[in-house]
């Protein structure tokens, strides 16, 4: 099958499947959580939630079918070879990302900005630091198998590598400014159309603001570092770090309400434009660095294309 007639119908799926699932997802944690009591927090989620879940889900679920049908049936071409051999950089991946937010809240603090939360005790440190590292190392491998290893990896089966990631990385912006939106009276079997047509123009309102412009960069230094390793697991390693440091830093400092504007943003520290310069240099070095190891080039279908 054509790699992007194989991606359209895969969006199509997953779209629909969640967003037709969803009622059933919210129903079936209803029963089960009135059965088992540990389940009642996660009865108590919004329905949004539960088609943002449902959405995960179907795409997890169409993914193999997919790979298979766009000729991507190894790891190695999913960019995961030799993981034993790729813990370098990994970690060399964490330690640049959480460099780089821990730059980007010493910035903010600099500027007054932000400042210290004097609040936080050592047990709290402790368990965001468990919490914060958790949601990394999940968040980074599902997100990098998803946007790097499968949606730019089918399109640059089809079109330059630097198209490819600049769609991908749109596609991955996007989809991360899917809102919440209100809650139905009664979630019924059309709920998640419903909800997922909202949540769909909320995203599309934020086109083009410092939030969306900087999460496309981030997939794109995340799509760089892919192409240019011919490995995830750099690109893995900077996202958790991204993610980590997000998080403790956004534990241990808080935002100073009379300075949040479109520079400093709006006290999440990256949708503002002081962190679009950074992550502008930072691309722009990506670009540059002379990367050391194979290029993703190499993999059988990007030699096939190279000889016709």
């Not at 760089?224 to 900077?238: A, C, D, K, M, W």
């Amino acid at each position: 099958m054509h790699p992007g007639i194989a991606l359209l119908i895969y969006l199509v799926s997953v779209f629909l499947g969640g967003a037709l699932g969803a009622p059933w997802l919210y129903r079936g944690i209803q029963v089960a959580a009135g059965l088992v009591p540990a389940l009642q927090p996660l009865a108590a989620h919004l329905f949004s939630r539960y088609v943002g879940r449902a959405l995960l889900l179907a795409a997890l679920v169409g993914l193999w079918p997919l790979l298979r049908s766009v000729g991507l049936r190894s790891w190695q071409e999913m960019g995961l070879s030799q993981p034993a051999r790729q813990w370098r950089r990994l970690a060399a991946g964490v330690v640049i990302g959480s460099g780089m937010l821990a730059a980007l809240f010493l910035l903010e603090l600099m500027g007054a900005a932000r400042d210290f939360n004097a609040n936080r005790t050592l047990g709290d440190l402790g368990l965001r630091l468990l919490r914060a590292a958790q949601t990394a190392g999940l968040v980074s491998v599902i997100e990098e198998l998803l946007f790097r290893g499968t949606l730019f990896g089918v399109l640059r089966k089809n079109w330059s590598w630097p198209t490819a990631l600049g769609l991908s990385s749109g596609v991955y912006a996007f989809l991360h400014f899917l809102g919440h939106p209100p809650e139905p009276p009664m979630v019924n079997w059309l709920s998640g159309l419903t909800a997922l047509f909202a949540m769909l123009a909320t995203a599309a309102a934020a086109l083009l603001t410092p939030g969306f412009l900087n999460l496309a960069l981030l997939g794109m230094i995340l799509g760089v570092s892919y192409q240019r390793t011919g490995s995830l697991f750099f690109s893995i390693g900077l996202h958790a770090g991204w993610i980590f440091g997000l998080k403790l830093g956004g534990f241990l400092t808080r935002a100073v309400a009379d300075t949040r504007g479109a520079f400093w943003g709006s006290g999440r520290v990256i949708d503002g434009w002081l962190a679009f310069l950074v992550l502008g240099l930072l691309l722009a070095f990506c670009l540059r660095f002379p990367w050391p190891g194979p290029r993703t080039d190499g993999t059988p279908w990007q030699r096939h294309l190279q000889t016709n």
